[in-house]
């Protein structure tokens, strides 16, 4: 079934309203982007893709107080990482300031708006606020015209020339559309056009001391590239009589706009100015964090282009908001994780076990699968010697109920070697255990139990003289609540931050072939989850891996519960 923008697209196609589909991307440079941003490029490449048709990049720079280059590079990085090309199609709102200031005169000309000399506190006060009856029903009192709205249009197209000319200082005059002041839509309240703001550009540079607004910028800047179909998220349903509006008064290509459900998701936010707090008070160690929903902190995580599309071709588009569980992303993401990524060996909290029955000079080399997912993947050789590394606690001196592990007396299986029996452990001076010791059964490798001996546990290992040293970093998930956003009086979502969404194990061990791993390799470490190689370097140069998520499917256990 087709979701409602396709049949959106598609009678406007029969229509003939439009003989083509167009769309674009617009993010402000003034942040990274998201996994919520992931979902609006998804669908407007995705529609484009549908219909044959093109998709811009086009950066919506008309803020300078909050934008920056390296915001957009990070942009376009995290686009094309996501698998997305838009060619020779990448627009800058701020190459059309010249284009943008003609259609402001253009609508000055048809007395459609003027130059306002109320300050931004004022022009609040006397547009008015929402209140609320007796009965609870939401009321929009009419506001109260500027004493300036009825200036002629010879006044105000001299005054918007002198604000262009930097005649008055910051914040003394504006450029508002002579919309409705008693309209319902507090919004269609003779919204300002344009501000002074002696600020920097990026781009510009001090080529401009009057920026546009974006509700004024925005659809004018898609009819200039010829936009058919402008869709957005459902916060700006409310600001598509803007849209309207300014399309028809400025004469225009009539781009039409489609609002759909923005993505929400449990244990995070989806603001980009949430997101700089965090990075800014040093919550999180910058934007490309693994425990951000940015792009390249899921990068950074281990996920996957490919995981995050399903995850979001499967959310699907609607036009009413929802939430959804992360627990559902993670399982997009084991989906893919499961098929692509090679099997290695790790530890992560080392504990000695000693082959008591194996000669020290002795190594035999042992069949072990990359990926039982894709036979094509084949072997690889891994040593087994005396004195091998395995997890602490899969060691027990006093096993609880239903411990299958080691323990004195109990056999298990090493992961592709022998079955070995406990037979004991060393302890230092304070009774801590420092090592295990047991006996290996020549008969049973690889698998083989010639005695039809049934071992209930199975344990991973690695000979202690080949491992490598890593570090590990064990994330979780960087909020304690499914939602961060919904505070007590009092309280921001600062207050609902896990403090223990990060673990670093400076002393893990791996497989020799790690230590060639390239950052951004990505491993399922048998039975502890997946893994991916962080840029950075751990303590003395060691290489780092970082969890991305564990094997348990918590999604299932939802989908199971109903």
């Not at 992931?38 to 219909?51: I, L, R």
């Not at 007796?134 to 506001?143: M, V, Y």
């Not at 540079?205 to 957005?232: Q, R, V």
């Not at 020799?512 to 003395?540: I, K, M, N, T, W």
Request: hydrophobic share 35%; net charge negative.
């Amino acid at each position: 079934m087709d979701d409602f923008i396709t049949e959106f697209i598609r009678e406007d196609l029969a229509s003939g309203r439009f003989d083509h589909v167009h769309t674009r991307f617009p993010p402000e440079p003034n942040g990274w982007l998201h996994i919520g941003h992931c979902k609006a490029f998804y669908v407007d490449f995705s529609m484009a893709e549908k219909f044959g048709g093109k998709c811009n990049l086009r950066f919506d720079d008309t803020n300078p107080e909050k934008e920056d280059l390296s915001y957009v590079e990070a942009i376009k990085r995290d686009v094309r990482w996501m698998g997305y090309d838009w060619e020779d199609r990448e627009f800058y709102a701020s190459d059309y300031y010249e284009y943008l200031y003609g259609l402001a005169v253009r609508i000055i000309k048809k007395g459609k708006a003027y130059v306002d000399d109320l300050s931004e506190d004022a022009i609040s006060e006397y547009r008015g606020t929402a209140v609320e009856d007796k009965a609870n029903i939401t009321l929009t009192p009419p506001g109260r015209n500027s004493p300036w709205r009825e200036r002629s249009i010879e006044e105000n197209l001299d005054l918007f020339a002198r604000m262009r000319a930097g005649e008055f200082p910051d914040g003394a005059k504006t450029l508002r559309a002579k919309m409705d002041m008693a309209s319902p839509n507090l919004l269609e309240r003779d919204p300002v056009m344009y501000r002074i703001r002696r600020e920097y550009h990026y781009r510009t540079k001090n080529d401009w001391c009057i920026y546009p607004m974006y509700d004024f910028a925005h659809p004018l800047s898609d009819a200039k590239e010829g936009i058919t179909h402008s869709l957005c998220s459902m916060e700006y349903e409310i600001h598509r009589p803007l849209y309207d509006w300014f399309i028809r008064e400025a004469e225009v290509f009539p781009s039409r706009q489609i609002e759909f459900a923005r993505l929400n998701m449990t244990r995070t936010v989806m603001s980009k100015r949430w997101l700089l707090r965090l990075v800014q008070e040093g919550r999180v160690s910058g934007w490309d964090d693994p425990r951000m929903p940015t792009i390249a902190g899921l990068r950074r995580r281990g996920y996957t282009p490919q995981a995050i599309r399903s995850f979001i071709s499967q959310v699907g588009i609607a036009k009413t908001d929802s939430m959804v569980d992360i627990a559902f992303l993670e399982y997009c993401l084991r989906e893919d994780l499961n098929r692509t990524s090679p099997r290695v060996m790790a530890v992560l909290r080392p504990l000695r076990l000693i082959v008591e029955n194996w000669p020290d000079d002795k190594v035999d080399f042992l069949d072990a699968v990359n990926n039982p997912e894709d036979p094509a993947a084949g072997t690889r050789k891994i040593p087994f010697r005396r004195e091998l590394w395995i997890e602490q606690d899969d060691f027990a001196e006093t096993p609880p109920p239903k411990y299958f592990r080691l323990f004195p007396g109990n056999a298990v299986r090493l992961r592709y070697g022998y079955i070995v029996t406990c037979t004991g452990c060393d302890k230092d001076a304070s009774g801590r255990v420092t090592a295990v010791r047991c006996t290996y059964d020549p008969a049973t490798r690889g698998g083989d139990a010639p005695d039809n001996r049934k071992v209930k546990g199975t344990i991973h290992w690695l000979s202690a003289q080949d491992a490598i040293p890593f570090e590990a970093r064990l994330y979780d998930y960087l909020f304690k609540v499914d939602r961060p956003m919904e505070t007590e009086p009092g309280k921001t979502f600062i207050d609902h931050l896990n403090p223990d969404s990060l673990e670093t194990l400076p002393a893990a061990w791996g497989e020799p072939c790690l230590a060639q791993a390239a950052p951004g390799s990505r491993f399922q470490f048998e039975r502890l989850g997946y893994f991916v190689r962080d840029p950075d370097s751990g303590a003395g140069g060691r290489p780092v891996f970082n969890k991305t998520v564990g094997l348990r499917d918590t999604w299932a256990k939802i989908v199971k519960k109903g």
